[in-house]
């Protein structure tokens, strides 16, 4: 086995080239399921047959809002719940861009969520990779509005009494031609999920469902990041073409995983030339 | 081992032989590669790291297939396998 001293580490892990190694380590904990949702990430972008320096990553703000700083590719880590918007932005000023929005549930469907909903409705041609880790993470585990019904946060210490959303069945509604879900478990389904949503033209959804091992999993006691990974292999259901109205996640209960949607429309900046076109004469 | 029949094509089967490679000190000692390598290469060490968490050590390396899932399920970049042979098949496994 080949083994690396302190502070002569001459081996190079072959995801290097697409990290910002010199801001390693990460912030994420040990068992938290954001880091693997990032080397899925990684894995799927070497899959890809496009120039990734046409590729683009925005982050908004959480503990994931933290990925676009550590991928070595253009990147742009905005703030609280905007990600979309610059999104949107960075693909209408340049079309050739591919543009991924990689962020939390929070940043995402809470603040942003507006913004979510426009953007599937426009049918934006961006990819969301959305972590769902039922909480507010980085701010220490507030309650959210994907936080499962009776479970425990910070702010929710009698158990939460809200119905959460659903998170693939508002995309659909909304217009997302590509929506998929996985758990942190299913990494490679992920990264070719991932590898579908991008080649998609049009606004695709990948929701991953993964531990926030410090705060969600600590305040239900449901162990380490480790014990949520066996949960979710028990507990997970690939059903690919579910109707989405059935994918409301419970806590603790079955969490349905697979490829939902996928269909075509029109796309946002399709539909803005072919207008401006007709509308000049 | 009489009832297994022997595959036509045995000699053009080659079975990967892979080499770990293991930055201890970027680990974090969370378990996903132990748990998750297909061939039980890896186990849980009971040596503490500078950073004080218990890394993997490669229990069974001749077992490595090269399959690549301890990379990927490894949220530190600390893990991950390089080819070192391949080797051909036998039924004798
Ligand atoms: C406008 C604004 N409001 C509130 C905050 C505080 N804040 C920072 S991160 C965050 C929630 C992040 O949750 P999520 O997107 O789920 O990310 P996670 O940390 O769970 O990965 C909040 C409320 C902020 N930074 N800016
Ligand atoms: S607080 Fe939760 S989501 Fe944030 S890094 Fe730690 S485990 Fe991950
Ligand atoms: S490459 Fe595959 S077989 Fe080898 S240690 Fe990693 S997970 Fe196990
Ligand atoms: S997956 Fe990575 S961080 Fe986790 S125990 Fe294995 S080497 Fe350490
Ligand atoms: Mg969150």
Redesign the interface.
Known sequence: MAMAEKGKVEEKHPMEQLLRMDRMPHIWCPGCGIGISVTAFVSALKKLEFDLNKMCVVSGIGCTGRVAGYIKLDSFHTTHGRAIPFATGIKMANPDLKVVVFSGDGDLVSIGGNHFIHAARRNIDITVILVNNFIYAMTGGQVAPTTPETAYTTTSPFGNFETPANIPQLAEAAGAVYVARWTALHVRRLEKSIVEAINKPGFSLVEIVAPCSMYYSRINRLGAGIDMMRFYHENSIIKHDEPTENLAVGYQKQIIVGKFIDRERPGFIESNRRWSAEAKG | MSNVRKPYDLSEIKIPRG????????C?????CV?YCPNNVLEVSDEFS?KG?HPPV?AN?ERCLNCGLC????????I?STLKEEVEASIEG
């Open positions: 080499e770990i490679h293991l930055i201890k000190d970027r974090k000692g969370c378990g996903f748990e500078e968490y490669v390396p990379e990927i399920v490894c949220p530190e970049f600390a991950w």
